[in-house]
T-cell receptor
Framework: KAGVTQTPRYLIKTRGQQVTLSCSPI?????VSWYQQTPGQGLQFLFE???????NKGNFPGRFSGRQFSNSRSEMNVSTLELGDSALYLC????????????FGPGTRLLVL | GEDVEQSLFLSVREGDSSVINCTYT??????LYWYKQEPGAGLQLLTY?????DMKQDQRLTVLLNKKDKHLSLRIADTQTGDSAIYFC???????????FGAGTRLTVKP
């Protein structure tokens, strides 16, 4: 089975722009979770999508949003980028049951200038 | 406390054993996980332990769980230079799929 894939792998944007990141889960997995990883804050949960619905949400501003498609692929959008949004964005997929094992993609490294 | 806690750094010599410790928060977690992150990469699931187990062994990896103290450890036997990475312990939050991570322990293996 192919693993979790994320595109693009690297991205450079300037402040005020918006960005869309994509995540394709493992085949058969219906849950996609997004995390932000920074040196200062570590790994922080953004949100989780299951069956095209946001099921859980972390403590991030509304500039961070996402969606999930019927094939379980997910996108994450960040609007009005700030310097502090520079991070590695990781998505993880799972079958979707509570406390299910999560498998991570390679991440998208976003640099905001 | 409310955080998953890990020491930040560990340095060992090649061939020695490494022990990475973690204190978690939620006693209702069904599983507890160890992930490995190499430079520039995502998180690789290393191993996990079911909460009703005290120990799990998987080749060079041994996971010990002390539920009373909410303490989890990962022992790597015969540590190799390829084991140099950041190791995260993680606990899933009850009734949702928010995984809470420790800050990560950076393991350096010296030849």
């Amino acid at each position: 089975k192919a693993g979790v894939t994320q595109t693009p792998r690297y991205l450079i944007k300037t402040r005020g722009q918006q960005v869309t990141l994509s995540c394709s889960p493992i085949s058969g997995h219906r849950s996609v979770s997004w995390y932000q990883q920074t040196p200062g804050q570590g790994l922080q949960f953004l949100f989780e999508y299951f069956s095209e619905t946001q099921r859980n949400k972390g403590n991030f501003p509304g500039r961070f949003s996402g969606r999930q498609f019927s094939n379980s692929r997910s996108e994450m959008n960040v609007s009005t980028l700030e310097l502090g949004d520079s991070a590695l964005y990781l998505c993880a997929s799972s079958l979707g049951r509570s406390q299910e094992t999560q498998y991570f993609g390679p991440g998208t490294r976003l640099l905001v200038l | 406390g409310e955080d998953v806690e890990q020491s930040l750094f560990l340095s060992v010599r090649e061939g020695d054993s490494s022990v990475i410790n973690c204190t978690y928060t939620d006693s209702s977690s069904t599983y507890l996980y160890w992930y490995k992150q190499e430079p520039g990469a995502g998180l690789q699931l290393l191993t996990y332990i079911f909460s009703n187990m005290d120990m799990k062994q998987d080749q060079r990896l041994t996971v010990l769980l002390n539920k009373k103290d909410k303490h989890l450890s990962l022992r790597i036997a015969d540590t190799q230079t390829g084991d140099s990475a950041i190791y995260f312990c993680a606990e899933p939050q009850y009734n949702n799929n928010d995984m809470r991570f420790g800050a990560g322990t950076r393991l350096t293996v010296k030849p």
